[in-house]
């Protein structure tokens, strides 16, 4: 017997809504999001500014929404569409027909920790003798590899990078291959710093060693070839350099595409193999799974291969040049401020930023960033690296460029005028002596309230845990304070609070 009480709970309405009134309401929720276009937002969505194309991304994911990758046979459209990213993706990066490497296949995933947890698991299942197999990473390397590790329960080898060149030492990369070690990983370019790892020396010392290894050009990837036929100074870095076993390339970055599509190529059919997922023992269907998921819908992939269709190869080299020239503009920004400095020079498309002594308070300067209309990533210190300020460049940017340089020098004066952000006495104990086992709910709740991060809903009962705190420098300097286990720790209970349904 259904509780009346109870029906229409979160998202399930008891009699259903008109469907201009849901749309009305999406529109209001979304009216709180950090804008996706307009050039202003430097992290999480690419924006080409290309009129029409979230029209027609929008038209041919809707005609594949429904559409399920299970099997392949039953939709031959799909996999007609997937083999075509593949091969795009594969031109690309240095491989197919003619090439060193032309007999190069992938996968189309989700996105690029998919693609990531996907390599691992090939790597790791292709060594089936190894009890306690091992992957070797730079401690610049995507967090998605820990995530890969965490779950496939592989040990993670982190090498450290260099303080001045943001990048692993390939011997001491070889230093850390034991005999479990499966996969060693490098990447083109990282995401904090957007530096490309020595991709070719790494290859070697791994080939020697008779270990695969995988390229995540996840971030840039796309771009950096574009941006070597402009003339941009590009170290080899995909399948033209011996002893790269895989790539991942995200498409939904700077191919532009809707969220969430990314490839994953192996060199060969062979190493791929051991990346499928096979199970026939049971009643059902036989399962045959060459990514995580099962059923996948087909829209992400035909508005991927829209995208990637309308806007052709002469449209990408476009696209890139337009970002290199705003990418080297913002740079210039930077380096005209007082109190700044570049954490390295931009070689593909990001520019990241750090205080000098005496600087700004960056966390604060990205508060005054954001109340001027610019949202930027603020990232923690770590291993000796300081904290620094992230900004994702696409082609959106090259437009507003010119306004960037006069509100960066505004909100440095701002955030030197407003000061460091200066800790309770008591919250810089906690963070430098509480565990992550010590932290009980009581005091989760507590410092969560402090820091304006209260869980439940609104009082209009918006869901997603309430309205955050417009300016977020206090709680950035309080993980900032922490070691990275408490870090984690404290944005596992801080996100908890925050996703909670509104009953």
Request: with cysteine.
């Amino acid at each position: 017997m259904i509780d009346e009480n109870r029906v229409g709970a979160g998202a399930l309405a008891a009699d259903g809504v008109a469907a201009e009134d849901v749309l009305a309401e999406v529109r209001a929720l979304r009216a709180g999001d950090r804008p996706t276009h307009g050039g202003r937002l430097f992290a999480y969505v690419y924006d080409p500014a290309v009129p029409g194309l979230d029209d027609l991304a929008a038209a041919a994911h809707q005609e594949s929404a429904h559409v399920n990758g299970l099997d392949p046979t039953a939709f031959p459209s799909l996999l007609a569409m997937e083999n075509a990213l593949v091969a795009a993706a594969g031109w690309v990066l240095g491989g197919g027909p003619g090439t060193t490497a032309p007999d190069v296949v992938g996968s189309v995933t989700s996105g690029g920790t998919e693609s990531l947890i996907l390599a691992v698991k090939a790597a790791r299942d292709a060594r089936p003798e190894q009890v306690a197999p091992r992957i070797v990473v730079p401690g610049s390397a995507h967090a998605a590899f820990a995530k890969a590790a965490h779950y496939l329960r592989v040990a993670l080898d982190v090498v450290p990078v260099s303080p001045d060149t943001l990048r692993p030492d390939p011997t001491a990369m070889a230093a850390a291959i034991r005999p479990e070690t499966v996969l060693v990983a490098c990447s083109a370019p990282s995401y904090a710093h957007g530096v490309v790892d020595p991709v070719a020396e790494i290859a070697a010392v791994a080939a020697d060693a008779g270990v695969r290894c995988h390229v995540d050009a996840c971030f840039g990837g796309w771009t950096l070839p574009y941006l070597r036929r402009l003339g941009t100074p590009v170290p080899p870095f995909d399948f033209a350099v011996p002893g790269v076993t895989s790539i991942s390339v995200d498409l939904h970055k700077y191919a532009y595409a809707p969220k969430g599509v990314s490839v994953l190529l192996h060199r060969d059919a062979a190493l791929r193999a051991p990346q499928y997922f096979a199970y026939a023992d049971w009643p059902g269907y036989t399962m045959i799974n060459p990514v995580i998921a099962s059923t996948r819908s087909g829209g992400p992939i035909a508005a991927a291969y829209a995208t990637l269709r309308h806007l052709g190869d002469a449209g990408y080299l476009a696209l890139a040049e337009r970002t290199r020239d705003a990418v080297a503009a913002l740079a210039d920004a930077v380096r005209g401020v007082d109190g700044l400095r570049l954490m390295a020079d931009p070689e593909s498309t990001v520019v990241c930023f750090t205080a000098t002594e005496g600087g700004p308070d960056l966390f604060v300067l990205v508060d005054e960033l954001t109340a001027r209309g610019w949202h930027t990533q603020p990232q923690l210190s770590y291993a000796g690296l300081p904290a620094s300020v992230h900004l994702t460049v696409t082609a959106a940017v090259a437009p507003r460029v010119a306004e960037f340089g006069p509100d960066l020098a505004d909100a440095v004066a701002a955030a030197r005028a407003v000061g460091p952000v200066r800790l309770p006495a008591e919250l810089s104990a906690l963070a430098a002596a509480l565990t992550p086992d010590a932290l009980t709910p009581e005091l989760v709740v507590g410092l969560a309230a402090g820091l304006g991060l209260a869980g439940g809903s609104d009082a209009g009962g918006t869901p997603g845990g309430g309205p955050l705190p417009e300016r977020m420098a206090v709680v950035n300097t309080l993980l900032d304070a922490a070691p990275p286990a408490l870090r984690e720790r404290l944005l596992v209970e801080f996100v908890g609070l925050l996703q909670r349904p509104a009953w």
